[in-house]
């Protein structure tokens, strides 16, 4: 029986491990999610100050939580690029498509009808 490769193995340790974080951000990015949309929308009516000349809860419905959002997604994407980083894995074309048409993968049926 042959011998794990070591190189194989660590790399596979290091893509566990970026799994679990990812596991762990998105957990945590979902917690958010849900706090900041039904938590704030249940709490709307006591939510009574000004902010920024308009009461918190519209501005917050409005406003706020499109920038949680589109802050979210920025988050998550650079912890998982720098996940790809540490694993030392960039992001790579499918095995199943010639080399060829992986320039053209965003042709959708043009790769077909070659």
């Known amino acids: 029986m ?5 190189v194989r193995l660590a790399r596979q340790q290091r893509a ?6 990812n596991l762990r951000w998105t957990a945590v990015l979902l917690t958010l999610w849900f706090a900041g949309t039904f938590g704030v929308s249940w709490f709307a009516r006591e939510l009574r100050f000004d902010f920024f000349g308009w009461p918190f809860s519209f501005w917050a419905g ?4 499109l920038i949680l959002y589109v802050l979210m997604a920025a988050a998550y994407a650079w912890r998982m690029n720098r996940a790809d980083r540490e694993i030392g894995e960039p992001a790579q074309v499918p095995t199943d498509m010639p080399a060829d048409d992986a320039a053209h993968a965003d042709d959708g049926d043009a790769a077909r009808h070659r």
């Not at 042959?2 to 070591?6: E, I, M």
């Open 16 to 21: 566990a491990a970026a799994w679990r974080t």
């Open 2 to 6: 042959n011998a794990p490769d070591p």
């Open 62 to 65: 409005a406003q706020g939580l």
